[in-house]
């Protein structure tokens, strides 16, 4: 039972902050902007080209490969808290997905992802 108060507790505090920062945006907003605050924020600097210009192919495998890290850590966090609970059998399935994600970085290899020229 007191699990529960406490998760109403963290509700209501979300939902009161929820709502602090949806009613205090029209005060803290400034409506005189400029045109350079109008655009928008490109790292600093000016835009070069159009938003619909083709770039080079080469982004799209570096770009897999990235998701299949960050797929990699996203599924790693979880499975070192239930580690040791579940023991050989964890290790045994971590080991699984580690060598898929292995023979995906070895293709990628192979084919020359990680070149950029």
């Known amino acids: 039972m007191r699990d529960l108060g406490q ?9 009161i902050a929820i ?14 902007q400029t045109q350079p605050q109008q655009i928008p924020f ?7 080209s159009h ?3 083709r770039y080079h192919l080469r982004y ?7 998701i299949a890290f960050e797929m ?9 808290v239930v580690f040791v609970e ?3 059998k964890a290790l045994a399935e971590m080991g699984m997905f580690l060598s898929i994600l292995g023979v ?7 084919e020359g992802v990680f070149r950029w020229q």
Do not use: C, D, K
């Open 7 to 15: 998760l109403t507790a963290l509700i209501a505090f979300a939902a």
């Open 19 to 32: 709502a602090l920062v949806v009613l205090a945006s029209p005060v803290v907003i400034s409506h005189n």
């Open 42 to 48: 490109l790292g600093g600097g000016s835009q070069r």
């Open 51 to 53: 938003a619909w210009q």
């Open 60 to 66: 799209y495998p570096m770009t897999l490969l990235f």
């Open 72 to 80: 990699e850590m996203m599924f790693m966090y979880p499975w070192a």
């Open 86 to 88: 579940e023991g050989l």
């Open 104 to 110: 995906g970085i070895v293709y990628a290899w192979r």
